[in-house]
């Protein structure tokens, strides 16, 4: 059960009681969320009487920066003063609905250019902090089927089987597939590495009849394309 009668003194005065009205935070995201700052939508979520208390020693922990509030798990979260279990799980479960709102919905979006490919997980895999590599599933009209992680870790020519990266075409009779991976450094330009993996994968798809259309290269929520640079592609 989470408890707030452990605050230190300076929380005692709780500043939720202290706002009129339209200036606390439930009332103020109700009225323009998109005019609140940080503070006034983590404590919307967070709750309680201590609620804006409890969303600037959050912010504080996490240095004011939301992705990083984002990489943390909920134990981490949950260790801010304030903050119990429940709480870590709801702002886990908020930050996250808002990456959702990046991902495409409805109809299935078409690929033209290296650009419409990237901006489909450009802003989450910029976020993360392990190299991941995924596949875009795409149809004989380069509209996406699915999109599959189907490694993380290093993403070099030891690592990578193959094999694994054709497996969700090969299952989903997919007949062109785009190759995305991160580098969690911010920096997206291919390695030596990455040109390797990519001659293999491209390499591979001649030998099973799946067109490799591309591989993404993305850091820092930028991205290259390594089909447009001729690497690995010759």
């Known amino acids: 059960m989470e408890t707030l009668l ?18 606390q935070p439930a009332y103020r995201v109700a009225s323009n969320a998109n005019g609140c700052n940080l503070a006034e939508l983590l404590a919307a979520v967070v709750g309680g009487a ?18 990083r509030m984002y990489k943390a798990n909920v134990a981490e979260i949950a260790q801010v003063h304030g903050i119990g279990q429940q709480t870590a799980v709801r702002i886990r479960a908020a930050l996250t609905l808002g990456i959702r709102l990046h991902e495409p919905t409805g109809e299935r979006p078409v690929i033209n250019s290296p650009a419409d490919a990237a901006a489909l997980v450009q ?11 995924k ?31 054709f497996r969700p075409a090969i299952q989903r009779m997919a007949p062109a597939i785009i190759v995305v991976h991160c580098h969690p450094s911010g920096d997206p330009t291919p390695s030596p590495d990455d040109l390797v993996v990519t001659r293999a994968i491209v390499a591979a798809g001649k030998l099973m ?17 390594m089909k447009e640079r001729n690497l690995g592609f010759g």
Do not use: C, W
């Open 50 to 67: 201590q609620q804006i208390e409890v969303a600037e020693g959050l912010l504080s922990r996490f240095g004011g920066d939301i992705q």
């Open 123 to 133: 802003y989450e895999m910029s976020l993360l902090e392990q190299e991941y590599l």
């Open 6 to 23: 452990n605050f230190p003194p300076e929380y005692k005065q709780a500043k939720l009681k202290t706002l009129p009205l339209r200036d």
């Open 209 to 225: 009849d799946v067109d490799v259309l591309d591989h993404i290269v993305i850091g820092g929520n930028r991205f290259v394309s």
């Open 135 to 165: 596949v875009m599933l795409l149809d004989t009209r380069n509209r996406v089927v699915d999109i599959i992680e189907v490694y993380h870790g290093s993403v070099n020519s030891s690592q990578v089987r193959i094999a694994e990266v």
